[in-house]
């Protein structure tokens, strides 16, 4: 893709763990500068990521964010106040499904409700690191019910054998076909949320909301979950982290989220 094709990029969206924060989850100060210097250019900057709207609130203002935000993949679209825009709940059985075959493999499982995060036992792993992630904690239930499952958003199978959770995607992909999406957002996390609900259908919805086409969208990603936005938009750029099979997917590559990749990226390929 020649240098000719980013001139005119109207939308910059990227994701957030591994992408615009570095591994100890730190917004550096060239990454707000970054984001200032797009807006000065005139150019929207938006944010995508599997965590919850409210696992994003600590960054709307460094980064004065002022359109949607597109929280658990784009299951729920929220204002900068955090007032939901538009959600997609996964269809109850597809949820029961896939929890069902989550568990099956041996992983542990999560579920997200717009408003909450439930969990099974307090010290499973991954916990104690994400409530500090996303800066609140999780409420632990017995089981996850068909009355809660009837609200689920998002549903994560967790597991330290990533060779499992990369057979647990493709597993869930081939059971519940269309009926959800699923995709790694971590190497340990696979996500599974209504069939709309992709970084994909993230570039459709902000282009539409802003009245920007996808062809002037640039994205910004690591994990094979962002591939799906990357096949969207106008000019994509994968981290210096991702792995081979996310980076051959890209327009470009940057450099890693802890050598200012983000901020690399938008000084070189969008400004």
Request: net charge neutral; hydrophobic share 50%; charged share 20%.
């Amino acid at each position: 893709m020649g240098m000719k094709a980013h001139r005119g990029i109207r939308l910059f969206l990227a994701d957030v763990d591994g992408a615009l924060l570095t591994g100890d989850k730190v917004l550096t100060d060239a990454a707000q500068a970054a984001v200032r210097a797009l807006r000065a250019a005139g150019i929207a900057f938006a944010i995508t990521s599997g965590r919850p709207p409210r696992g994003m609130a600590m960054l709307i203002e460094p980064l004065a964010l002022t359109g949607p935000i597109a929280g658990f993949n784009g299951a729920v679209f929220v204002n900068p106040d955090l007032s939901v825009i538009e959600s997609h709940t996964l269809e109850p059985a597809a949820a029961k499904q896939a929890l069902a075959l989550i568990l099956d493999r041996g992983l542990d499982a999560w579920v997200y409700t717009e408003t909450e995060w439930l969990i099974r036992k307090k010290d499973a792993p991954h916990v104690a690191r994400e409530a500090w992630t996303v800066k609140f904690d999780a409420r632990v239930v017995p089981k996850f019910s068909n009355a809660r499952l009837a609200h689920a958003v998002k549903i994560v199978g967790i597991s330290d054998d990533l060779d499992r959770v990369a057979a647990c995607e493709k597993a869930a992909r081939e059971a519940l076909g269309g009926r959800v999406s699923a995709a790694r957002s971590q190497p340990y996390y696979l996500d599974v949320t209504h069939p709309l609900a992709t970084k994909g259908e993230v570039v459709t919805t902000l282009a539409g909301h802003l009245g920007i086409p996808p062809a002037q969208i640039a994205t910004l990603g690591d994990m094979p979950n962002d591939v799906l936005m990357f096949r969207k938009s106008g000019l994509s750029i994968a981290m210096g982290n991702a792995s081979d099979e996310v980076k051959a997917q890209a327009s470009v590559v940057t450099d890693s989220n802890e050598n200012e990749g983000f901020a690399n990226a938008v000084r070189r390929f969008i400004l």
